[in-house]
Nanobody, 120 residues
Framework: QVQLVGSGGGLVQPGGSLRLSCAAS???????MGWFRQAPGKEREFVAA????????RYADSVKGRFTISRDNAKNTVTLQMNSLKPEDTAVYYC??????????????WGQGTQVTVSS
């Protein structure tokens, strides 16, 4: 069984930075991992993903050039460095793993979510 625990959310001013972390328990080293977000009144959307084998990454167009996803397979962690944050980045961010995350953004496992609020 895989469990994902996200952390690092908070309140930040526009233009600021936050770093989200996701600690995974269970055998996740061979799972693609990623982040999704859900803003109030909106559907949950894909943010970023990283492959388990070669570390390839992919991003939503809305965050390209501002967000960076990385992982440490030895520590079973994945991080999302978020820079140049905008008010429209405000959402609950969810760590995710496995399933068809990479190909069709349908992961098998979900973390509990961490709130990110970008506001002055």
């Amino acid at each position: 069984q895989v469990q994902l625990v996200g952390s690092g959310g908070g309140l930040v001013q526009p233009g600021g930075s936050l770093r989200l972390s996701c600690a995974a328990s269970g055998r996740t080293s061979m799972y693609d991992m990623g982040w999704f977000r859900q803003a109030p009144g909106k559907e949950r959307e894909f943010v970023a993903a990283i492959r388990w084998d070669d570390g390839s990454t992919r991003y939503a167009d809305s965050v390209k050039g501002r967000f960076t996803i990385s992982r440490d397979n030895a520590k079973n962690t994945v991080t999302l460095q978020m820079n140049s944050l905008k008010p429209e980045d405000t959402a609950v961010y969810y760590c995710a793993a496995g399933g068809n995350l990479w190909s069709v953004a349908l992961p098998r496992y979900w973390g509990q979510g961490t709130q990110v609020t970008v506001s002055s």
